[in-house]
């Protein structure tokens, strides 16, 4: 039903927006959108294996990428060769995220998912101030040499770091599927999501589990920090900042279903790229993934009962 | 780290650029070579830096010059007191630095202000305290269109403006897309007299606003080209502007297309940003002269700078506007009458009062006038990227536009005509 619903859905919007326009320019837009959409995916996909591990809705995601990227580009200017540094941008975000996770999140284990929500944007605010600090606001550009490849898709040259990145939005939510229902460790993360004092109780190692999700999620955070510095722009703030549409993505999910993110998050893409075409709805361009994440949660929760405690009763 | 490192650099390229000149001391105000140790003259100076953007530029080259001035006698003796706040970008902020500034200190005038948003904030307020903004860095309609801020800088509107005529009359454009910000007073607001400009001269043009947060800049990129454009105008910060030449790299588009760009992308990082791909293909409008040329007041900006400020302030376009200001300022002011000049309401009638101050750095006459609108410098140069730097492709020509029919008219009252 709910996929039925979501193809009329996208089918309409499709029409609406690209009504009386040549195909070939719609073609363009929406092929331009899923390369947008594929980066929106895949910051909620890194935000959603964390939070289905340990509760934590890490708001930082984009600042642990944006610093991994910074570093890249920094090596890159010093000669480093360039494998390494892209390297050094996935083990700069792991070391952050891992400081994060091994220092701090700990202390916060026991307390509501806001506070620990909120301390994770604090975290973002002071990657963002120190990267701010050691890299002044200057035009740079970082590149990889998968942009000079690429194929044409309805029209619009789309380069193999593009497809990459599409590609591994896949690929990640695939291989978390199957590391968390076919693994041990994927099966004591399961267990920490559902409760964390059951599973301490039961015996699970919770901070080596913990760990490995901060190592996970910190990893996509620098591929994601490589691909956003890439493919969007050099720019610290604006990456940090990329996490918010991610959100979105992630809501879409309800932060549970990686598949829907994916899906959440190419739509987005989609949408916001095809608004470009309205001479009316184009100034609503950057509300669109939340009024989006807005609709879907309205669509998933329909029927049910929002209780003061916070538990939905059918 | 790489910041000190690179402006470093800069300073030296641009002081390698002015290749030939003396290590002589700067020349500043009254030149007498005697610290100032009068009673100080309050001048404020109200700057934007919080990310994404860093417009402080201005107001460092105007505090280095002012350092030099009250090393060589101040005027008439009396040193000035510069003092500088931050906007952060924030409105609220912004109303207070005036505040602080105009009503607690007492300044006697703002001098190298630089923001996007302390202008449209402070305009009103300037204009109920009689003081006047001789700005340095301003990017909004605000800036331009108020009865007590006049800037040295152009603004996104004639610098749009220039690339366009260069394009059309060179380069044989005939349907420019302008993609700017979506905010009123800067996109749409200097866009627009793009569009007039082509439309006046049998041409068409369009314009793509984005969100000045917006990631995807392909979208705009897209849009201008399905407009049927020839040319597309990148009325963007460095960095987006780069960001949609990455994106038209992307796809190929170099040699479809003419790319022009107001003054942002006048920065001596920008070539190498760019890359080899762009090598000849990329025009941009400077609204001061360019680094290479080299005249006194260009030798001196930069003696200045090396003399007085730090060594990671920026020497760019912002920096030697702010100077120009600050150069402007103390000239007015040691033409008045020394007991007058901690005066505000004198010191802003003899800085309204100014007219035909010129300059190597700025292609025309310096004035102010008694009116709601300030734009003296709608003039400027072209020039091309070309082998990592800058050539330039078109020296000192003026901005054809309806909208300057009203300054044109003050400019021949006042006999600069």
Known sequence: MNWVVYVVVMITIVSFLGWGKPGKIIGLFFVSGLAVGSLYALGGIGMVVLYRATGVLNFANGAIGAAGVMVAWQLGQWGVWGPATWAACILVALVLSLGYGRLIAPRLAWREPVVKAVATLGFALVILGIVSFLWIDDPRRFSLPTDKTGVYILGLRVTVTRLIAFGASIGIVVGIYFYLGRTQIGLQMRALANDRDLSALIGIPILRIETIAWGISGVIAGFTGLMFGDLIRLEPSVITFMVIPSIAAAVCGRLDNLALVLIGGLSMGVIESLLTLSPVLKGVRPIAPFVIAALVLLWFQRGTRLTFDGKDQA | ?417
């Not at chain 2, 005697?34 to 934007?48: K, N």
């Not at chain 2, 917006?214 to 780069?242: F, K, Q, R, W």
């Not at chain 2, 760019?316 to 600050?326: C, I, K, N």
């Not at chain 2, 044109?408 to 600069?416: F, M, Q, R």
Request: glycine share 8%.
């Open chain 2, 1 to 417: 780290m790489k910041l000190n490192l690179k402006l470093v650099s800069m300073a030296a390229a641009a002081s390698f650029a002015l290749a030939g000149q003396a290590m002589a001391a700067p020349s500043c105000g009254a030149n007498t070579g005697e610290a100032a140790t009068g009673e100080p003259i309050i001048v404020g100076g109200i700057y934007g830096k919080a990310p994404p953007g860093d417009f402080s530029a201005s107001t460092d080259a105007a505090k280095a010059y002012f350092d030099c001035v009250n090393e060589n006698g101040g005027i008439n003796g009396r040193p000035i007191d510069y003092r500088v706040e931050n906007d952060q970008w924030n409105p609220e902020m912004a109303a207070q630095a005036a505040s602080k500034l105009v009503k607690d200190a007492g300044a006697v005038a703002l001098v190298a202000n630089g923001s996007f948003i302390e202008m449209a904030v402070n305009a009103k307020t300037y204009k109920e305290e009689n003081i006047m903004s001789m700005a340095a860095a301003c990017a909004i309609s605000e800036c331009f269109e108020s009865s007590n801020i006049v800037s040295t800088n152009q603004g996104p509107l004639p610098s749009n403006l220039g690339a366009a005529q260069f394009a059309q009359e060179e380069l044989g454009s005939k349907n420019v897309a302008c993609i700017g910000f979506n905010i009123p007073n800067n996109g749409p607001w200097s866009c627009q007299v793009v569009i007039d400009f082509m439309q006046s001269r049998g041409g068409d043009g369009s314009m793509q606003l984005l969100n000045p947060g917006a990631p995807d800049v392909n979208s705009a990129l897209l849009e201008a080209i399905s407009t049927g454009a020839d040319t597309i105008l990148m009325n963007l910060p460095a960095g987006l502007a780069i960001a949609v030449l990455k994106a038209a790299e992307e796809q190929d588009l170099r040699d479809s297309y003419v790319w022009i760009a107001p003054t942002p992308l006048y920065d001596l990082s920008v070539p190498a940003a760019l890359g080899e791909y762009w090598n000849g293909k990329v025009y941009v409008n400077t609204e001061l002269a360019p680094f290479q040329l080299g005249g006194p007041d260009a030798k001196n900006w930069i003696e200045v700078m090396d003399a007085y400020a730090r060594p990671e302030d920026p020497r760019d376009t912002f920096a030697q506007s702010g100077y120009l200001s600050a150069t402007y300022f103390v000239k007015t002011l040691l033409m008045m009458d020394p007991k007058d000049v901690g005066d505000r309401a004198k010191v802003t009638e003899a800085i309204k009062n100014i007219s035909g101050y010129t300059s190597d750095l700025m292609c025309g006459p310096y004035y102010v006038g008694d009116t709601d609108f300030h734009m003296p410098n709608h003039a400027g140069y072209m020039v091309q990227i070309v082998d990592g730097g800058f050539k330039i492709v078109r020296d000192c020509y003026e901005f054809d536009s309806a909208y300057f029919e009203p300054h044109i008219a003050v400019e021949k009252s006042l006999g600069l005509r």
